[in-house]
């Protein structure tokens, strides 16, 4: 098993551009999620989704939408990026024992 | 999700065991107490969780007190590459829930 694997690893954006992050997991987790990690700072949840077709908003939306099209698949779109969205974008999953399993991140600049 | 309190940092040296201490005072009786470690920006790894009981995996064991206030967890043969934060999350279970991301414990494992 690959786990959850986020692409791409790295990205520089200009202000007003837009971007997908992309996320997949193999686990066959119900639930998944995108946190995102500013620095020396804590995580903090974007949206997560508990199943195919069915999402919702964590704590720090704004500026951000995802679909959920697939058990495997959970993409974040950023919409016309800000300074404020630079940081680590990091996806997880879980399944019945709720341990959340992460990606290895996207770090993301926007200039 | 209860609070928990952990040290800002600890060192140990290479091949003891080290001993990182959680207090978790005001959990509830369905709380799990998750432990999870980031090594420099990588992606959160999970460790252990525990409810009760003490829990040991190829990884870590996770002493519970019996009042459940605190736990230990404790890397038996600590090595260069367990130098980490090492971060103690109440957990209630069974929903999406966000993982709150204290500030953790920094560990440095000393040669």
């Known amino acids: 098993n690959a786990g959850v694997t986020q692409t791409p690893k790295f990205r520089i954006l200009k202000i007003g551009q837009s971007m997908t992050l992309q996320c997949t997991q193999d686990m066959n987790h119900n639930y998944m999620y995108w946190y995102r990690q500013d620095p020396g700072m804590g995580l903090k949840l974007i949206y997560y989704?508990?199943?195919?077709?069915?999402?919702d908003k964590g704590e720090v939306p704004n500026g951000y939408n995802v679909s959920r099209s697939t058990t495997e698949d959970f993409p974040l779109r950023l919409e016309l990026a800000a300074p404020s969205q630079t940081s680590v974008y990091f996806c997880a999953s879980s399944g019945r024992t709720d341990t959340q399993y992460f990606g290895p991140g996207t770090r993301l600049t926007v200039l | 999700d209860a609070k928990t309190t952990q040290p800002t940092s600890m060192d140990c040296a290479e091949g003891r065991a080290a001993n990182l201490p959680c207090n978790h005072s005001t959990i509830s009786g369905n709380e799990y107490v998750y432990w999870y470690r980031q090594i420099h920006s990588q992606g959160p790894q999970y460790i252990i969780h525990g409810l009760k009981n003490n829990e040991t995996n190829e990884m870590a064991s996770l002493i519970i007190t019996e009042d459940r206030k605190s736990s230990t967890l404790i890397l038996p043969h600590a090595t260069l590459r367990d130098t980490a934060v090492y971060y103690c999350?109440?957990?209630?279970?069974?929903?999406?829930?966000?993982?709150?991301f204290g500030s953790g414990t920094q560990l440095t494992v000393l040669p």
């Open positions: 989704s508990v199943g195919a077709g069915i999402t």
């Open positions: 999350i109440v957990f209630f279970s069974g929903s999406a829930r966000q993982l709150t």
